[in-house]
Structures are given as structure tokens and as C-alpha cells.
């Protein structure tokens, strides 16, 4: 993000919110803060996948600054939107966002090693640790009691504007498929020293 800032302020900006909120591209860009702000919470509903609205905590005083910051600079846009320039239709916004990330600051799986959809990947473990105190299986966290497994797996696709709580293993993993994955690849070692 602080590369970005050389770059285009506000662009930087919609990539802090992605990080502290677990916000989707079009979400970041489409942010109307003065709108979202509930002041213990923000409410996504402009550029939500398959328009579902979702409710996201506001827990950090990061996360405050980030909003703070956000209203500020949507100020001076007319409709309120975070917006690099204020006359873009959502797809140039989009392709501007896409072309910063990918032609001046490298954030590709090419250059970087990830894309701007990592940050929602960051925040998902982010979250799924505060809520159970342990890294999430993606990141080699150990097994903890299902049910608690299970609630953090639902708050944390409920963030991400998912439906169901299974979503979240996109996120967070699994211990059963990381556990299935490494029973495949022992087997795999195993056949080759036979």
C-alpha cells in the first residue's frame, strides 16, 4: 500500500480498506464511506457479489482511521464514492485499480507472489485467529473444538458476505483437506521408494 501511495493516494487507500475489512475489488471501489459507516460497523452493499449486503465489525482503531480517512477523501465526489477520478464509469475504475496493481507496484502471482484478492485471504485468517485465539488450518494451526472451529468458519464467511459457513475454507482451510493433502503426497513419496 505505501508503494501504491507514490502511485495514486486513493488507490492505496481502497487497498488498506480491502485489507481491514476483507473487501472485494469492486466492493474497495465502489466504497461509499459516509454511507457504510455505522460507527461499530460498516455495511458493504455497493459492488457485493450478487448485491448481498453485509455487515463488517469495526474493531480496530485502524480500522476507524482507515473510514476516517476514506470520508474525507470521498468528500469532494458527488455520488460519495472513494474514486480515483471523479467521472469514471465502475469499469474504468476497475481496469484503473487493476493496471496501478499490476503495471506499477507488481501485485500479480507473477511479480509478487499474490493479487488484491490476498488482502480478503488476510483479513479472513486475520479475523478466524481473533476469534480463536489459534492461526487458522491454512496456516498450520492445530485442531481445536469443532464447534468453535465452526462458529469462527461462519463469522468468518458471515464478514466476507458469504452464505454458508463452509465458504470460509476458501480462506481458512480445512484440517480434513489439509490433512487428506498430506495423507496424498505421503502416499505419493511412499510409492516412489518402493
Known amino acids: 500500500c505505501d508503494e501504491m501511495e507514490k502511485y495514486c493516494p486513493v488507490t492505496a487507500l481502497q487497498m488498506r480498506l480491502m485489507d481491514a475489512f476483507g473487501l472485494r475489488v469492486e466492493e474497495a471501489v465502489m466504497f461509499r464511506p459516509a454511507i457504510a459507516d455505522k460507527g461499530q460497523h460498516i455495511v ?9 449486503s453485509r455487515v463488517v465489525p469495526v474493531e480496530t482503531v485502524l480500522q476507524r482511521e482507515m473510514l476516517e480517512r476514506a470520508t474525507a477523501m470521498a468528500a469532494d465526489n458527488a455520488k460519495g464514492v472513494l474514486a480515483a477520478k471523479p467521472r469514471m464509469k465502475l469499469h474504468q475504475a476497475i481496469n484503473h485499480f487493476r493496471y496501478l496493481c499490476k503495471k506499477k507496484i507488481g501485485l500479480t502471482k507473477k511479480g509478487l507472489g499474490c493479487t488484491p484478492h490476498g488482502f480478503r485471504h488476510e483479513y479472513a485468517n486475520k479475523i478466524y485467529q481473533q476469534l480463536t485465539g489459534v492461526a487458522s488450518p491454512v496456516l498450520g494451526g492445530p485442531r481445536i473444538d469443532r464447534a468453535a472451529h465452526l462458529a469462527a468458519e461462519l463469522d468468518v464467511s458471515e464478514r466476507l ?10 480462506y481458512i482451510g480445512g484440517h480434513r483437506v489439509l490433512k487428506d493433502f ?5 502416499l505419493a513419496m511412499a510409492s516412489r521408494f518402493k
Open 44 to 52: 458493504v452493499s455497493y459492488g457485493t457479489k450478487g448485491g448481498r
Open 161 to 170: 458476505g458469504h452464505a454458508r459457513g463452509e465458504a470460509a475454507k476458501a
Open 182 to 186: 498430506s495423507k496424498k503426497n505421503v
